[in-house]
């Protein structure tokens, strides 16, 4: 079947460390994967996409590979600020068209 | 992308209330989704609809009752619900067409079961 696995949270950084937070995920045939955002009080947000394997989505200075032979797509960035603070689902959409979210890792970071 | 809006933003209500969540997409996509986000639970997937067709429903209490008028409103109705149904409901909707497909989400209703 098709799942989502991702890293549990919380998560807590100061400014300007590096992030990464896991995922990988179990499908048959080739899923497209996605990364989401939830900040506070705020419905999901689309934060990058990647739609087959190597491929690399990157936005607002994140970063994830699609990564085929580890089933991964782990979200990385650079330098944190305090404006990340958020709600990060992975997310994959199968090849039958359904989606499949994993739990959420909470990132907070402090100044 | 603000192109899903929900209303209301916050709702409260007691549990012989009658109420209904709004969704609207300005997107042109064909699949509509009802979500509930719980604290400390998965996100958990309600009701799908592809094309206005029902096309999933995964197990929901009957207290719940989506409707999907034409391709850019659904409907969540509610009756009789039971405190623990005070949760965030997150519509979204998508276009299953292309090879692209990403879900749009809009700003969910919090609601409170009193």
């Known amino acids: 079947g098709n799942s989502v696995t991702q890293m549990e949270g919380p998560v807590t950084l100061s400014e300007e460390a590096f992030l990464t937070i896991n995922c990988t995920y179990t499908a048959t045939g080739y899923p497209s994967l996605f990364w989401y955002v939830q900040y506070p009080g705020e419905g999901l947000q689309l934060l990058l996409k990647?739609?087959?394997?190597?491929d690399k989505g990157s936005n607002k200075g994140f970063e994830a590979t699609y990564r085929k032979e580890t089933t991964s797509f782990h979200l990385e960035k650079g330098s944190v600020q305090v404006s990340d603070s958020a709600v990060y689902f992975c997310?994959?959409?199968?090849?039958?068209?359904?989606?499949?979210f994993g739990t959420g890792t909470s990132l907070t970071v402090i100044p | 992308e603000t192109g899903v809006t929900q209303t209301p933003r916050h709702l409260v209500m007691g549990m012989t209330n009658k109420k209904s969540l709004k969704c609207e997409q300005h997107?042109?996509?064909?699949?509509m989704y009802w979500y509930k986000q719980s604290a400390k639970k998965p996100l958990e997937l309600m009701f799908v609809y592809n094309f206005k067709e029902q096309t999933e429903n995964n197990s929901v209490p009957s207290r719940f009752s989506p409707e999907c008028p034409n391709s850019s409103h659904l409907f969540l109705h509610l009756h009789t619900l039971q405190p623990e149904d005070s949760a965030l409901y997150l519509c979204?909707?998508?276009?299953?067409?292309?090879?692209?497909?990403?879900?749009?989400f809009g700003p969910g209703t919090r609601l409170t079961v009193l």
């Open positions: 997310a994959l959409l199968s090849t039958g068209n359904q989606f499949y």
């Open positions: 979204a909707s998508a276009n299953l067409a292309g090879v692209t497909d990403t879900q749009y």
């Open positions: 997107l042109g996509h064909n699949a």
């Open positions: 990647a739609t087959k394997a190597d």
